[in-house]
């Protein structure tokens, strides 16, 4: 940042990517132990960013971090591109670090994203920014800071399957939908962020680099490429994902997480891909669903 | 055929065009002038400045009005410029003994050297809208001021007079714990590195410092009824200007580099005493940019009762509990977070439709067979 | 020291320092690939150019730095690695947040290092390796990064060096995390690699 006095009010101008290099270099640091002990929520100090907390903040923070001049970046949230914060982080970028945009996973270098992963399979050299509200796996069972790094030291997860066969026990399912935690290459239990657990087996040896970034709860954590990524489960109850009884309305995919629209109030709805990239794609190849144009 | 909705992007650009046309409001009306917000609307300009964690009147003026007079709004302006800021260096503690005070009052002692200053405050004035400050032309002074009779009202002193602390009075007996004194070592920055509980007492303070008037008010009035009840007295509060002194090592003195409003609140409190130490008063400590008394109060409520453990006291309440009290007193944390609620969700609450769609289809069932 | 002697630091520091962390960033999270990383830097010997690419991308007034003997000697290259990062150059290993080892024969061993918490297992030193060249076929690694198995080589390296990356690995998640700066490239060896002699 560089201010100037022009007429009263200081003319402020940003550095690329809008982080100065010294909290870029704090963030990249954080980044590179995260990748070295995959799984573990690395403590970062993470700046106040021009857009309010739980709105993506530490997820800004790891792709202003990582973003070169030649990157080619995509923002989704809920998997679409157009939704309104996907909308606004994207044009934050083109504003302050002027790269190219994409709304195609493909041609997308970096993307950062909120509650989803892609449904296009990601490829090597592409880095998956994840946006996180709660790090903590062990938040809704144990409040305090001071416990769970206690827990995760000890790898003491006991408390997890406990809350996991309650629900078994009470609803004679696991109740958990989205946020399921994982456990990251045999040691840390991980909060994937709020995706749902339909999109967990994703992350297992996916050939992409996986960036987590928490920005009020001041976390950053890593999945490397290649590294087996497991949600936790019990023998007698191995975990599902979540099937959708229709196929997509529009491109008609099967095996894609699908958005439930409202067309009326009395009862008519449809289901609809939420990955917009993805059903867009499929569409243009000639796929089509009941209610494709 | 079904078109999903699109136009994000327009969508936030017109809201953006009506939130500008909202603030700017009726446009028969002149604008308001930061000079104005500055002159007139002080102590909101204050709050901006203590919990947006930067002193700079002319640009937390301009955030109370970009934020149509949103505080919560403003402060966020302030902290989201601040931390873009590049340091030169730390400034030497800022001495309050040496205070060009504006105000000042002691609960505890009738007269004290330096005496009681009543100064500007809201204290003991009656509590009934002033329709003469409504007025136009007249609408510049209160119908109560002496002002309006040309009276001399007791103004600024040109020069700080020697006004020692409350607490440094108390000291020289022994009967208060002594402030800690200056070790030299670099206190932790809560704006530069992650804060791992538990943490020591400056940074608590620091935290406290821009933490939410509200909520520290609600803290700090739950121990007056209770709730680790710590019988505290206003040793002093404190207002008025400081000097900034910054010693550049490369030219080996020191520099003003002017001066800055803060308010200092010592609560001095009640402490039996342990096996070590005699009984004596102890020390909760308020610091706060500009004129804001309820804040610099309910702050040095808080960082006494979060005193419990170093003075062996019992935990017993929640004003106590340091994790909390400090990882929930960020409004620019805690206003984003509540508000993110308002994002779009669709995606895990269709994970949680299903579930619920289908353990209701399970249920049915089961009650089916019952019956059966 | 005089400023006309001190040799440059990065030309466009924003684009080069994003380069350079990108290529530390690739090699942690693909272990035992190479990293291409190109740098204009020339810095006095017997820092390499490479490593001094890393150090100027990553090292700044909050990571203290230690030099191994062949560097701390040379008082050209901690002129200008203070000048250039702002790094406290430390005399012992023991508070490093990082570290530059111009002589891998040398190598002092891992625990003269930080080698985190388990609390804190970050809180350990990151190792920049000067090698002379990469080859393969030296060791067999396997862990997180890595499909299946890599083979991997850099010279030079002590004798023992499976060795102490095994104990190294042993004290996961604690441990310490090598990038091994050679010409035109970067590996990265994170304590979560298992290194074997192939």
Request: glycine content about 8%; charged content about 25%; hydrophobic content about 40%.
């Amino acid at each position: 940042m560089s201010a100037s006095d022009v007429g009263g009010m200081p003319q402020i101008t940003y550095n690329f990517a809008y982080l100065d290099e010294q909290t870029k270099r704090m963030i990249r640091r954080a980044i590179l132990k995260a990748i070295a002990v995959p799984g573990y929520q690395v403590p970062f100090a993470a700046r106040e960013m021009p857009m309010p907390y739980g709105w993506g903040t530490g997820g800004v923070q790891v792709t202003a971090a990582v973003l070169g001049r030649d990157d080619v970046l995509k923002v989704i949230d809920q998997g679409a591109d157009d939704t309104t914060n996907a909308v606004a982080i994207r044009g934050f970028f083109e504003k302050t670090a002027r790269v190219a945009t994409t709304t195609s996973t493909t041609e997308a270098t970096v993307i950062q994203t909120r509650h989803r992963i892609p449904e296009t399979k990601l490829r090597e050299d592409q880095i998956l920014v994840y946006q996180v509200p709660i790090p903590e796996p062990l938040r809704f069972l144990e409040p305090r800071e001071t416990e769970t790094r206690q827990l995760h030291a000890l790898a003491e997860y006991g408390l997890m399957h406990v809350k996991l066969y309650e629900d078994i026990a009470r609803h004679g399912h696991i109740a958990t939908t989205y946020a399921y935690p994982v456990e990251v290459a045999g040691r840390y239990v991980m909060d994937p962020s709020p995706i749902p657990k339909f999109d967990n087996p994703k992350m297992d040896d996916s050939p992409a680099l996986q960036l987590f970034g928490a920005g009020r709860e001041k976390r950053i954590y890593a999945i490397p490429p290649h590294t087996k990524v497991r949600s936790l489960d019990f023998e007698d109850h191995p975990f599902k994902v979540q099937r959708f009884a229709k196929p997509c309305a529009l491109c008609g995919a099967t095996g894609a997480y699908l958005d439930e629209v409202i067309l009326d109030d009395k009862g008519g709805r449809m289901f609809v891909c939420s990955d917009t990239d993805f059903c867009n794609t499929r569409q243009e190849e000639g796929h089509r669903g009941e209610m494709g144009a | 055929m079904y078109v999903a909705a699109k136009g994000g992007e327009k969508a936030i650009r017109n809201a953006h065009a009506l939130l500008a046309k909202r603030r700017r409001g009726n446009e028969n009306l002149p604008s308001i002038g930061l000079d104005q917000i500055a002159a007139q609307l002080t102590l909101a300009v204050d709050r901006v400045m203590a919990e947006g964690s930067l002193y700079d009147i002319e640009l937390a003026s301009l955030a109370v009005k970009q934020a149509r007079g949103d505080l919560i709004e403003a402060i966020f302006l302030i902290r989201a410029f601040r931390t873009t800021l590049p340091r030169f260096g730390n400034a030497q503690p800022l001495d309050t003994s040496r205070m060009l005070v504006r105000r000042r009052v002691s609960a505890t002692f009738k007269d004290l050297p330096g005496g009681q200053l009543l100064g500007p405050t809201f204290d003991y004035t009656h509590r009934l809208l002033d329709t003469a400050l409504g007025g136009g032309e007249n609408g510049d002074i209160s119908g109560d001021s002496p002002v309006a009779s040309g009276g001399d009202i007791g103004d600024i002193p040109a020069a700080p007079v020697a006004m020692p602390r409350v607490t440094d009075l108390l000291g020289q007996e022994g009967l208060i714990e002594a402030s800690p004194a200056d070790d030299g070592a670099e206190p932790f920055d809560i704006t530069r590195a992650p804060v791992a509980y538990p943490v020591d007492r400056a940074t608590r303070l620091q935290t406290l410092a821009r933490g939410d008037e509200g909520y520290l008010l609600a803290l700090g009035y739950s121990t007056q009824r209770g709730y680790a009840r710590s019988h505290p007295f206003v040793g002093e509060i404190r207002f008025g200007d400081v000097e900034v002194i910054f010693e550049v090592p490369e030219l080996g003195f020191e520099v003003s580099l002017g001066t800055v409003q803060v308010t200092e609140c010592q609560m001095v409190n009640q402490f039996k005493g342990s096996a070590e130490v005699p009984p004596q008063f102890t020390r909760g400590y308020g610091l706060v940019f500009g004129q804001c008394e309820r804040k610099a109060m309910s702050m040095a409520l808080v960082e006494r009762a979060l005193r419990w453990k170093e003075l062996g006291e019992e935990q017993s309440a929640p004003a106590q509990d340091e994790e909390f009290v400090l990882s929930h007193c960020d409004n620019v944390q805690a206003t984003g977070f509540v508000e993110h609620l308002k994002l779009p969700h669709y995606v895990d609450f269709q994970a949680e439709l299903d579930l619920v769609r289908r353990m209701r289809a399970e249920h049915e069932a089961e009650m089916k067979e019952a019956a059966e | 020291m005089s400023a006309q002697v001190l040799a440059r630091g990065f030309d466009d520091p924003v684009g080069e320092s994003q380069a350079a962390f990108r290529a530390a960033m690739w090699a942690l999270a693909r272990p035992g690939r190479v990293e291409a990383l190109a740098t204009d830097l020339t810095p006095p010997a017997p820092l390499s150019p490479e490593a001094a690419a890393l150090v100027l991308a990553l090292c700044d007034y909050e990571t203290p730095l230690w030099l191994d003997a062949a560097l701390a000697a040379v008082p050209e290259v901690v002129d200008f690695l203070r000048f250039h990062t702002g790094a406290a150059i430390l005399e012992e290993p023991g508070e490093a947040r990082f570290a530059i080892l111009s002589d891998p024969l040398e190598m002092p061993d891992f625990s003269a290092f930080p080698q985190g918490l388990p609390e804190f297992p970050d809180a350990s030193a990151t190792l920049i390796v000067q090698v002379a060249g990469f080859s393969d076929a030296r060791f067999i690694l396997e862990g997180p990064g890595i499909k299946g198995q890599t083979s991997f080589g850099a010279a030079p390296l002590p004798a023992d060096f499976a060795a102490r990356m095994a104990a190294n690995r042993a004290l996961f998640p604690r441990g310490v995390d090598l990038l091994l700066a050679g010409p035109g490239g970067v590996a990265g060896l994170p304590r979560s690699v298992t290194v074997r002699e192939s």
